[in-house]
């Protein structure tokens, strides 16, 4: 960290090279989970930029969940994992072109990959810890709201959300079900459209059957 050498005459802002240097660092094995950084002056000064630039990036840095401030004690490499540190790479995604084309291939491979490793896991385990009564328990909530008299999509999708959260539950996995989640919430518009076309074209019961199947 400390042999890095900042580019003054880049494109990319002196803050944005920092923020690197240490994923970098982290990356490489220099700074470990836990470990203390150097402090602004330290950074400052071996990297030759000044201490508005070194503070910026730790402001950021600590947005991403990659450092944690301790008062009094100073910037520590995070030790645990936090949902955080996902959104630069998903808000990545969503700034592509065609972005909403790779979010639902996105969702598609992960929906796989999720109903995979839950099977993986319930065959591993002989106790589920009622993971499989929570899919059965929104199972029956999805089929409550798709049947209602009052349909509401919104209130549908709301369930179908809580049925495969419900699976990916099972995997045990924080990144995944951070993951999915947030999938799911910047996939809301294009599944509430397609939920209505379906509702619209009364294919309720394939709707119901295809979670029955999973």
């Known amino acids: 960290l400390y042999r890095i050498n900042i580019d003054k005459q880049s494109d990319f802002p002196i803050y944005q090279q920092i923020i690197q240097c240490v994923l970098e660092a982290v990356k490489d094995g220099s700074l470990k989970p836990g470990d203390k950084l150097p402090t602004e002056g330290e950074l400052s000064e071996s990297m030759g930029v000044g201490r ?24 520590f490499v995070s030790q645990e994992y936090d949902s955080k540190m996902l959104y ?26 999720v109903l995979q490793l839950a099977v993986d896991k319930l065959r591993a385990e002989e106790k589920n810890g009622g993971y499989l009564e929570k899919v059965e328990q929104a199972m029956a909530a999805l089929e409550t709201e798709a049947r209602a008299e009052d ?10 959300v809580d ?48 979670h029955r199947r999973i």
Do not use: W
Request: hydrophobic fraction near 45%; aromatic fraction near 6%.
């Open 88 to 113: 630069p790479v998903l808000y990545g995604i969503i700034l592509q072109k065609d972005s909403t084309k790779q979010i639902m291939e996105l969702r598609k491979v992960i929906d796989v990959g």
């Open 52 to 75: 508005n630039s070194v503070r910026e990036a730790i402001k950021i840095l600590e947005a991403y969940g990659v450092v944690h401030i301790k008062r009094a004690e100073g910037t």
């Open 163 to 210: 049925f495969h959260m419900a699976v990916v539950g099972i995997t045990k996995n924080v990144m995944l079900q951070s993951i999915c989640n947030y999938v799911d919430k910047i996939t809301r518009r294009s599944r509430m459209s397609t939920m209505d076309q379906i509702f619209a074209e009364g294919e309720i019961e394939n709707f119901l059957e295809m």
């Open 151 to 160: 349909l509401q999509i919104r209130k549908v999708h709301e369930a179908d």
